[in-house]
């Protein structure tokens, strides 16, 4: 169904002619004086903006690791900021490395608010992140059928045929000049996918059909970009961009571009390092650039280039923080994103309240991975309950807390299942969790000490389970997301156990800490000591 949005007043109605004549009217004259100007010389001007792991962040974010900005971010700030580079600069691309979808006016319209959003701003291309499979591979082929622009996976193919899911490059051109663009996904993003909701598609490795691409493009093109939603899972933490020692890094990203010579700029995504100036591969110069996610930051390259040499001359990249109170909402995207929220009343019923803000912390034990594990176990009757730190989207606000606050937090479809495990098993689970390849699994009903320092496999030191030693053949009751049942994140351990309640029987974890809300308004804070590093 196309989105009705409601009538404007006269005085707005003007308002938006106006912008309109801005947006598209002005940059085609001026787009015309550069046609004029390129007849006698060859070098361009070209801005290049691009984003990457938005996840549904429609909302400004409080900055409160910073002491300067109070908020950053917001759907409708973001594309006032896209807009006001588009009315100064000459010749300007959008790009997206994928993972728009997630969150609660996500899950509510299975990502059609998302594509709505991409319209409005004229995004030109996006690849295909993991969270673009939250509600299955069959609502994803319909709704990106809805956009006008190329949504990309070169990689993905149904399975066990060499049936493209998805287009897998395209030409963009603008005022005659073409950029060749490649989408893809890379392995560890697939991983973290329910595995039932990709049961139909193969995900091969990218770097030969990407080698392939270049070489069909590269001839035809001015530039080859490659929008890559790939390398290690971004660490689930809203001050990410705080923590350096928490950041990913781009090793993946670099890795491709030097097997794959002829990449112009490759714009990462899913690790979501922030990459405050371009990297250059040494070997193939290629640009290695990402955003820290969220929209809190808008990526920004400007080139100058020589269009007989087809070569950059020079560049200057960087992040540009989206200011939210420095920026006037887009009147269109904001209104899009409330058309949405009033046909679901329901998020903004206020469910409980807390006394302290419930933060994510992706390597440690956190608050609101305590928080959300104690309900999954007090639910389920269990021993122990885990939570993975990717289940963790969101914090929880000091004071208020809505319906919808409790769906951006955990947004997934994830249910608690209940299942036996060894307690040796368990042990597997936590030194997984200590390797911190996929963040510090959140816990319940247990205490373990652990040595980083120490070889991977061999981090745990005292572990108890209910103030008991743990025995390693006992069977222990554990609640937990039945993605880590199903063996995802890299957590095979859990498929030692047996399921006693499996996933159509089982309730989502959002629904078990609503349920919790409205027996208990206004819980206390979590007690820590849960996961205790050995300090040497």
């Keep these: 169904m196309p989105v009705r949005i409601p009538f404007f007043s006269k005085k707005i109605n003007r308002l938006v002619s106006q912008l309109i004549i801005a947006f598209f009217v002005v940059p085609l004259a001026v787009g015309l004086a550069n046609a004029e100007t390129d007849s006698q010389g060859s070098v361009r001007e070209i801005t290049i903006l691009h984003t990457n792991d938005f996840e549904s962040a429609f ?12 908020f950053l971010g917001g759907g409708a700030e973001l594309a006032a900021l896209v807009e006001n580079i588009r009315a100064r600069e000459d010749l300007v691309y959008l790009f997206d490395a994928g993972d728009m979808f997630t969150g609660l006016l996500s899950n509510r319209t299975q990502g059609e608010v998302l594509m709505e959003m991409m319209i409005t701003m004229r995004y030109d291309a996006m690849a295909i992140g993991n969270h673009e499979y939250d509600y299955g591979w069959e609502n994803l082929r319909k709704q990106k059928n809805r956009a006008p622009f190329p ?6 193919f149904y399975k066990g045929t060499d049936i493209p899911f998805a287009q897998p490059y395209a030409i963009v051109e603008k005022e005659g000049f073409r950029i060749g663009v490649i989408g893809i996904i890379g392995e560890d993003a697939r991983s973290v996918v329910l595995p039932s909701f990709v049961a139909e598609l193969d995900f091969r490795d990218p770097a030969p059909i990407v080698r392939e691409a270049v070489a069909y493009l590269k001839p035809d093109v001015d530039l080859v970009v490659v929008l890559a939603h790939m390398g290690m899972t971004a660490p689930m933490q809203t001050d990410a961009e705080a923590h350096p020692e928490i950041q990913r890094g781009v090793e993946a990203d670099l890795a491709l571009v030097g097997a794959v010579p002829g990449i112009d700029i490759f714009i990462g995504g899913h690790a979501d390092n922030g990459t405050e100036k371009p990297i250059v591969h040494p070997e193939t110069g290629t640009l290695v650039v990402q955003t820290y996610g ?9 080139l100058k280039y020589d269009t007989k040499a087809k070569k950059i001359l020079s560049y200057e990249g960087k992040l540009l923080p989206v200011e939210s109170e420095k920026l006037v909402p887009h009147p269109i995207v904001a209104q899009k994103i409330e058309h949405y929220r009033k046909k679901y009343p329901e998020i903004e019923a206020v469910v409980g309240r807390l006394e302290q803000r419930l933060i994510r912390s992706y390597n440690t034990e956190s608050s609101l991975g305590s928080f959300a594990a104690d309900i999954m ?37 994830n249910r608690v299942v209940l299942m036996d495990l060894a307690g040796k098993d368990i042990l597997g689970v936590l030194e997984q969790s200590m390797t911190l390849e996929r963040g510090m699994i959140q816990t319940s009903g247990l205490v373990a000490h652990y040595d980083l320092s120490r070889p991977k496999g061999q981090r745990v030191d005292e572990f108890e389970i209910g103030g008991e030693p743990v025995d390693p053949d006992r069977i222990y009751k ?13 957590y095979s351990s859990f498929l030692n156990g047996t399921i006693t309640r499996g996933r159509e029987d089982s309730p989502k974890i959002s629904e078990v800490v609503l349920q919790y809300f409205s027996d208990v308004p206004a819980p ?9 590093p050995i300090e040497r």
Excluded: T
Excluded at 59 to 70: E, G, K, Q, S
Excluded at 294 to 302: A, S, V, W
Excluded at 384 to 408: M, Q
Excluded at 524 to 532: C, M, S, T, Y
């Design 377 to 413: 176990r007090k639910s389920a009757h269990s021993d122990v309950a885990f939570i993975n730190a990717g289940g963790l989207r969101s914090d929880l606000p000091e004071g208020e807390v809505s319906f919808g606050n409790v769906i951006d937090a955990f947004p997934f479809p």
């Design 59 to 70: 909302n400004p974010i409080p900055a409160y690791w910073l002491d300067d900005v109070n």
């Design 478 to 490: 554990v609640a937990v997301a039945d993605l880590l049942a199903e063996g995802a994140d890299l």
């Design 524 to 532: 206390d804070f979590p007690k820590p000591g849960r996961l205790i």
């Design 151 to 156: 949504i990309m996976g070169a990689n993905i």
């Design 294 to 302: 969220h929209g809190i930051r808008l990526g920004y390259i400007k």
